[in-house]
């Protein structure tokens, strides 16, 4: 499943292990130790955000500065309430659509440390009981509500299990696989490009660029202000990576890497996409241009906080954004591919 370049059989590895670790937006510590674990594997030091953000960095061997970014936080909710029935309400973290995580396995994250299995159903779940009102009902947080997997019948028995307000909800992510080549699963977005940028680091360390790159991982993109600080203060260039949306109306597709020339946060610099493009013909890949009107990156984030460099947004074509989604291992590989032949270029 290997090319040269970027080794995809060790992206797999780490992207399932990453998808299987709960990191909602607020609750993304277990997968940045999972990272800092790796990195020390790999003989790479790194460094931790009082935000709780992590950077590292692989020195080329000239001049210049490319910090490539991405994040580790995905959707996910917090108990907003217990009710009287013992069911619990939510609160969503990030942007989604109910109707996408009805009947979705999660996890609640309880203040003691446990985890407590559940599903998200809606109130008038059964067919059998509420027939077209089932059918007619609006998917939304007020008709929303986690069954616990516990024998509970009422909110006292919930409290007793030490759930209570604030605590965190990870939606299960249900990674596979397939034969063919498809990644399916929750949080595709945006742990794809993380496990591609550990790939990416373990191929710099065998054959060094000659411009330095700096590996940025927010923790809260996905509720707007991930990146808005701590992008090296020597960054010349930044370029975010995050998955590309594959819809009706778009170029991008589940088998290449897409460069993102707007989105929603308005145009990405012309000039360092230009450079991109150049690369990607160097390394013979079919790169796709697109532009999402509902979109926003950890790249937006840091201009409106102020960063004084061109910013780009790169990423693997993925279907289903904010669902169930699916990629393919041809898109992580000519992501990780046009990472590395932008920073090798002469």
Known sequence: MSAPGLNLEYTLDVLVRLLDTPSPTGFTDRAVTLL??????????????RKGALTWEVPGTG?????????????????????????????????YDWATVEGEDVRVHTQAGRELTGTVVNVRQSTHV????????KREAAVMEVRLDEPVFGARDVQALGVGVGDFVSFDARPRVTGSGYVKARHLDNKAAVAVFLAVTRDLLARPAGITAAFHITTYEEVGHGAAT??????????????????????????????????GGGPYDHALGNRLRAAGRTAGLDLRVD??????????????????????????????SHAYERTHTDALRATGDLMLAYLQRD
């Open 36 to 49: 800092e674990s790796e990195l020390r594997a790999l003989g790479v030091p790194s460094r931790r955000t």
């Open 63 to 95: 001049a210049g500065h490319v910090t490539f970014s991405g994040h580790v936080d995905t959707l996910g909710a917090m108990v907003k309430g217990v009710k009287d029935s013992g069911r619990l309400r939510l609160w969503g973290l990030g942007g």
């Open 130 to 137: 509420h027939g077209a009102a089932l059918r007619d009902l």
């Open 230 to 263: 701590g992008i090296p203060a020597h960054t010349d260039e930044l370029i975010a990576v995050d998955m590309a949306a594959v819809g009706d109306g778009q170029t991008s597709s589940e088998h290449h890497v897409t460069l993102c020339v707007a989105d």
């Open 291 to 320: 532009i999402y009107p509902f979109y926003a990156s950890d790249g937006t984030a840091a201009w409106r906080a102020g960063g004084d460099y061109p910013v780009a947004l790169i990423g693997p074509g993925v279907d289903a």
